[in-house]
Each structure stands twice: as C-alpha cells, then as structure tokens.
C-alpha cells in the first residue's frame, strides 16, 4: 500500500463513509454496519504496523456494534435506526474526537506519522493537533445535528445529509491539509 494511504485518517473514515453512503441509500442500516465492518477489516483497520489508533478502534467496535444489533433485532427498511443512522454515527465521531482532547487528539496519532521526531516535542505540534481535532468533533457535532434536522423535517434531507456534510468535510479535509504547514510558516517567521 502507498504509505501516505497506510498512514492516512483516510483509512479510518472510509468504513464510516462507506456506511452513510449504504445505509442513506435504499438500503438498512444493517446493511451500512455491515459494509463497513467488512471494509474496516479489509482495509486493515486493526492489523497497521504500530498498533490501532483511536479513529479504528472506535470504528471496529461501533461497527460491529451495528452489525450485531441489526442481526438480532432484525433491521427493518425506516425504522428508528435509518431514520437517526447518520445522526448516531456521527455523534460517535463527535464524540471520540472531542475526548480525545483529553489524552491525545486523534489526528495527532497520523501526524506523528509524518512529522520528524524533533517538532513533535513541540508545544505548537499540539496545539495544531488540538485544534484539528477540536475541528472534526465540531464537524462531526454539526453533521450529528444536521442529521436529526433531517430526521424531523425529510424535505430537508438533500441538504442536511448531503450538501452540506459535503461541503463541511471538504472545507475540513483543506484545513487538515493546509493548518499545519501555516503554523509551521508562521513558527519560521517568529524565530
């Protein structure tokens, strides 16, 4: 595998894009949980050099999670599970990303991958990485939010499920990509 990929959230977020494609489409979330589960696995979620990070273990286990209720509670086409999925799944995201806050911020665990040991000691490594991270869990709170809206008024679901969660992650993935080397320009300049 190319290792920007090997190394990438990419890897990570696939199972959960995967799931909002499959369980907003004319399928059950059953379906959604289970695509992702075997992606996840596929992907080599749990098996990277290094040990998982905190973005696939949470992915594993919400996923199976998911797969396991829908086969024992028998996932019915629109039943609460469909209707709520994307609001559920990115409240999880939302979740796991703002408590890793606490500990370590999640996107730090890729950035280590490829930032030289000497500036991840540095307390701007961190704050880049803090505020990364605070961004996706806003970004997943708002798509969790954007969910429930289209929850309760459907003739709103083109926008809130898709436009804007569209529109959000993208401007998140370009923030992702471009913050840190700003920090970096920025930290040149001071010293």
Same mark, same amino acid.
């Given at each position: 595998?190319?290792?920007?990929?090997?190394?990438? +959230?990419? *890897?990570?977020?696939?199972?959960? @894009? #995967?799931?909002?494609?499959?369980?907003?489409?004319?399928?059950?979330?059953?379906?959604?949980?289970?695509?992702?589960? @075997?992606?996840?696995?596929? #992907?080599? *979620?749990?098996?990277?050099?290094?040990?998982? !990070?905190?973005?696939?273990?949470? %992915?594993?286990?919400?996923?199976?999670?998911? %797969?396991?209720?829908?086969? =024992?509670?028998?996932?019915?086409?629109?039943?609460?599970?469909?209707?709520?999925?994307? &609001?559920?799944?990115?409240?999880?995201?939302? $979740?796991?990303?703002?408590?890793?806050?606490?500990?370590?911020?999640? &996107?730090?665990? /890729?950035?280590?991958?490829?930032?030289?040991?000497?500036? !991840?000691?540095?307390?701007?490594?961190?704050? &880049?990485?803090?505020? #990364?991270? #605070?961004?996706?869990?806003? =970004?997943?709170?708002?798509?969790? $939010?954007?969910?429930?809206?289209?929850?309760?008024? +459907?003739?709103?679901?083109?926008? %809130?499920?898709? *436009?804007? +969660? $569209?529109?959000?992650?993208?401007?998140?993935?370009?923030?992702?990509? %471009? /913050?840190?080397?700003?920090?970096?320009?920025?930290?040149?300049?001071?010293?």
């Amino acid at each position: 595998m190319d290792e920007w990929f090997e190394h990438s +959230p990419f *890897v990570g977020f696939a199972p959960w @894009i #995967l799931y909002w494609v499959v369980a907003g489409s004319s399928s059950t979330w059953l379906y959604g949980g289970l695509c992702a589960v @075997i992606a996840a696995f596929i #992907l080599g *979620v749990s098996m990277r050099v290094g040990g998982p !990070r905190l973005l696939e273990v949470v %992915t594993i286990v919400f996923f199976v999670a998911v %797969t396991i209720a829908g086969m =024992v509670t028998g996932a019915t086409d629109m039943d609460w599970m469909d209707v709520y999925s994307t &609001t559920l799944s990115s409240g999880v995201l939302a $979740v796991m990303a703002f408590g890793s806050l606490a500990f370590t911020p999640f &996107t730090e665990q /890729y950035a280590r991958d490829f930032t030289p040991r000497s500036d !991840r000691e540095k307390a701007a490594f961190r704050r &880049t990485n803090q505020m #990364l991270t #605070l961004m996706w869990g806003l =970004v997943f709170a708002l798509i969790a $939010v954007l969910g429930f809206v289209a929850a309760g008024a +459907p003739s709103t679901a083109h926008w %809130t499920n898709w *436009v804007i +969660p $569209v529109v959000v992650i993208a401007g998140a993935v370009g923030m992702t990509n %471009t /913050y840190p080397e700003r920090v970096q320009a920025r930290l040149r300049t001071t010293d």
